[in-house]
């Protein structure tokens, strides 16, 4: 399957502080996904990018979709005790295949 | 149902013995799609169906898994003599327009062969 490459692995943040994670593949996809998994559930979508370049928000969440296709980044400002997870960014290269980098965990300090 | 339900949520099972788990998708969604995630990875793609047409296997690990939907609704997935490689998280996801940006995902189960 196609290769994303999701960093950091892991992060401890303090409460209030913006975090940052990238997701980066070999291929070209035509849609950018991002995940958040809570313990014991499935993914859940936060934002999805369907343009080269497009930035786009959804609450405290920022995401961009790069120019080339390749690679994409999340951004959550004032980090929060409940943004503690696993985030999953995805790629989408047809209508129903969507492949998913290894995750990055966070946790937050009070 | 309110969400995409799956059963059982854990199954332990010995080597050699079948399983097979059930994914009950959200009512009229189309498109169904099983994913496989291992611990400290990301879901990874099995099989998708379209209605009870299984459109594409191609990330099915092997013969001894098989996945069938002959309804439309309510989907299997079978794995024959299982293996411990097999353990993992199994999970469901469905979708009401054929496009898996707009999926949701059940709770999974997790399967565990010793």
């Known amino acids: 399957g196609q290769q994303l490459n999701q960093s950091p692995q892991s992060m401890f943040i303090q409460e209030g502080e913006d975090v940052s994670m990238n997701c980066t593949s070999s291929s070209i996809f035509n849609t950018w996904l991002w995940y958040k998994q809570d313990p014991g559930e499935g993914p859940v979508l936060l934002i999805a990018?369907?343009?080269?370049?497009e930035l786009t928000s959804n609450g405290r969440l920022t995401a961009q979709f790069g120019i080339t296709r390749k690679d994409s980044f999340l951004n959550i400002s004032a980090s929060i005790p409940s943004d503690v997870g696993i985030y999953f960014c995805?790629?989408?290269?047809?209508?129903?295949?969507?492949?998913f980098g290894a995750g990055t965990t966070v946790t937050v300090r009070a | 149902g309110a969400g995409v339900s799956q059963s059982p949520r854990y199954k332990v099972t010995k080597r050699g013995q079948d399983v097979a788990l059930r994914c009950d998708p959200i009512?009229?969604?189309?498109?169904l799609y099983w994913y496989r995630q291992a611990l400290g990875q990301g879901p990874e793609f099995l099989t998708y169906?379209?209605?009870?047409?299984?459109?594409?296997k191609s990330g099915l690990p092997n013969d001894r898994f098989s996945a069938e939907r002959p309804e439309g609704s309510i989907s299997t997935l079978t794995i024959q003599r299982t293996e411990q490689r097999d353990s993992a998280m199994y999970r469901c996801a469905s979708s009401d327009q054929g496009s898996s940006t707009e999926a949701f995902f059940g709770q999974g189960t997790r399967l565990t062969v010793v």
């Open positions: 995805a790629g989408q290269d047809n209508d129903y295949k969507l492949s």
């Open positions: 990018l369907y343009k080269a370049g």
């Open positions: 169906f379209n209605y009870e047409a299984q459109q594409d």
């Open positions: 009512s009229g969604h189309v498109s």
